[in-house]
């Protein structure tokens, strides 16, 4: 219309999304999330100087939960995403409470869902960090979504290590994933069609996995999952982000900020394979908890 009559499309609710982890890992969540929903500004956070949670007590990553949690918070977050199997394990509840009524997403129940939906034996494998696995936080999740369905868990420590050093494919992950899945299946054939890859660490060492176990088993992990739960509350809530804004380029990877608690060089590097993109090192904010 000559005159200019058309409005501004409705802006919806145009704060960020917090997104957090102990690294870079959760960056698996980050991405799945942008490309689910790209008109989200997104702010994400690794506590990089605090990193591996998966190795402390639960008391400890409730802790550094909730003091990431909170640098989140003091940005105007809308919803927060736990983007870390560890701590969402621990600390989902904690979170929910302590921050109501702000809504606060987990990993691991996104993952339970998918692995229940995926597996038509019943039989799921679930591999993660020793607490993830020791505080046995999928059995439960799953056993809530079908208690018919048998789950076994292994701790698979040195996988977050070379997800860290970017050995995602080649001879040393290939020799870890074999040891691993020696203990887990033994010589024999899998007892499970379905492996949970209950780390956000773990979904970059897919190749491997994939090769070592064969066709017969679906690898699934939560990052999809999760990015759907996050479009589906915010849409209850009415709270996505309507608007485009022209000038922001969601494909170039604009719209994303990234906060680190140490080395925000290292964090770009190591970030830019879990994230698919190119991260630009001046662009990692320092932050302390
Ligand atoms: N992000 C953690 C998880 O998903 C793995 C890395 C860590 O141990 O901190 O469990």
Same mark, same amino acid.
């Given at each position: ?64 939960? =909730?003091?990431?949690? *909170?640098?989140?918070?003091?940005? +105007? /977050?809308? #919803?927060?995403?736990? %983007?870390?199997? &560890? !701590? ?117 060492? =897919?190749?491997?996995? *994939?090769?070592?176990?064969?066709? +017969? /088993?679906? #690898?699934?992990?939560? %990052?999809?999952? &999760? !990015? ?62």
């Amino acid at each position: 219309v000559i005159g200019g009559s058309s409005q501004p499309p409705a802006a919806g609710d145009p704060r960020p999304i917090g997104v957090f982890d102990s690294g870079v890992g959760g960056l698996t969540v980050l991405r799945a999330i942008h490309e689910r929903l790209p008109h989200e500004r997104l702010v994400y956070l690794g506590d990089t100087a605090r990193l591996p949670y998966g190795t402390k007590s639960p008391e400890t990553v409730a802790r550094y939960a =909730r003091q990431a949690a *909170a640098v989140l918070v003091d940005r +105007g /977050v809308k #919803l927060l995403v736990i %983007a870390c199997n &560890t !701590a969402s394990a621990v600390a989902l509840e904690d979170l929910q409470r302590h921050f109501a009524p702000l809504p606060v997403v987990g990993v691991v129940q996104p993952g339970a869902a998918a692995a229940c939906a995926a597996s038509r034996e019943r039989a799921v494998a679930v591999i993660g960090t020793d607490s993830t696995i020791a505080g046995g936080a999928y059995t439960r999740a799953i056993a809530r979504i079908d208690p018919e369905v048998r789950v076994q868990g292994l701790a698979c420590p040195v996988f977050v290590a070379l997800a860290e050093e970017g050995w995602t494919d080649g001879p040393v992950a290939d020799a870890a994933v074999a040891r691993y899945l020696r203990e887990l299946i033994g010589a024999g054939p899998a007892a499970f069609d379905t492996l949970v890859l209950g780390c956000t660490h773990f979904p970059v060492l =897919r190749a491997p996995l *994939a090769r070592a176990l064969g066709p +017969g /088993v679906t #690898l699934v992990d939560s %990052a999809e999952p &999760t !990015a759907a739960e996050v479009e589906a509350v915010l849409a209850a809530a009415g709270r996505l982000a309507r608007a485009v804004d022209p000038r922001v380029d969601a494909a170039a990877g604009e719209g994303l900020q990234f906060l680190a608690t140490d080395g925000p060089r290292r964090f770009a590097r190591v970030g830019a394979v879990f994230l698919a993109r190119p991260i630009d090192p001046q662009s990692v904010e320092l932050v302390d908890l």
